[in-house]
């Protein structure tokens, strides 16, 4: 059974910084995408960041770019998220979520591993 946990959440004013972490275990099979989503309240769950593990390449979500980035340690199986120059609309719950299938994007549908989530708030 594979666990991902988060943690790294907190609360921040704006223009700060938050490093949240994943950290996975459990699966001795091959994970192909991890990525970072969030929620907040009333809204649907949308894609953050997303990197394919074998070759580090990166998804955006556009309302990010530039101030996020994500990173990973496959020798620790560790997941990052550098968040630079926050928001008050970066304020949601942060999930962090596993494809165990050769598929990589920024889809809720993508990943079928998720985390219990670590809140995130931006204050102005």
């Known amino acids: 059974q594979v666990q991902l946990v988060e943690s790294g959440g907190g609360s921040v004013q704006a223009g700060g910084s938050l490093r949240l972490s994943c950290a996975a275990s459990?699966?001795?099979?091959?994970?192909?995408?991890m990525g970072w989503f969030r929620q907040a309240p009333g809204k649907e769950r949308e894609g953050v960041a997303s990197i394919w593990t074998s070759s580090d390449t990166t998804y955006y979500a556009d309302s990010v770019k530039g101030r996020f980035t994500i990173s990973q340690d496959n020798a620790k199986n560790m997941l990052y998220l550098q968040m630079n120059s926050l928001k008050p609309e970066d304020s949601a719950m942060y999930y962090c979520?596993?494809?165990?299938?050769?598929?990589?994007?920024?889809?809720?549908?993508?990943?079928?591993?998720w985390g219990q989530g670590t809140q995130v708030t931006v204050s102005s």
């Open positions: 979520a596993a494809a165990r299938w050769p598929r990589c994007s920024l889809s809720v549908g993508t990943f079928d591993v």
């Open positions: 459990g699966y001795t099979g091959r994970t192909y995408c």
